[in-house]
């Protein structure tokens, strides 16, 4: 009489290994699908018409940008200016997408330009998302 009670115990641990690592597969192939699919997404850009201007010149400005990271959350689009080292001010804000404006250059140095993303949730209650890159124009 033959002794198989080594090839079924072998056999028999091959299915379960094989088992386990189809269980495996199908687990870690789940997560990688709703990983893509729960990321939100967000951009922003700044763009000026001309990076040198005078004194008392205007330079165009465009910011493009949107964001789905609130949800039906409103976005507002803003552009902010600094002169030199001094403090960001904003120039203005629209709904996200794209948004245009000029900025008039007040004094020689460098002016540096750039886009913010807010959710606003309130009257009073708007949430930075992101900040663009700044844009440096030089004043002359």
Known sequence: MKNTTGIVRHRALVRRVASAAAVAAVVVGGLAVGAGSASAKSAIDIGVRSHSVAVGQSVQV???????????????????????????????????????????????????????????????????????????????
């Open 62 to 140: 465009t910011a493009t940008g949107n964001s789905d990271d609130f949800g039906p959350t409103p976005i507002r689009l803003c552009i902010d200016e600094r002169s030199g080292s001094g403090a960001w001010r904003q120039l203005g804000c629209a709904p996200a997408g794209t948004f245009s404006l000029d900025a008039k250059a007040q004094q020689r140095g460098e002016l540096q330009l750039r886009a913010q993303l807010f959710g606003i949730f309130g009257p009073h209650h708007a949430v930075l998302d992101r900040t663009s890159g700044a844009v440096d124009v030089r004043v002359h």
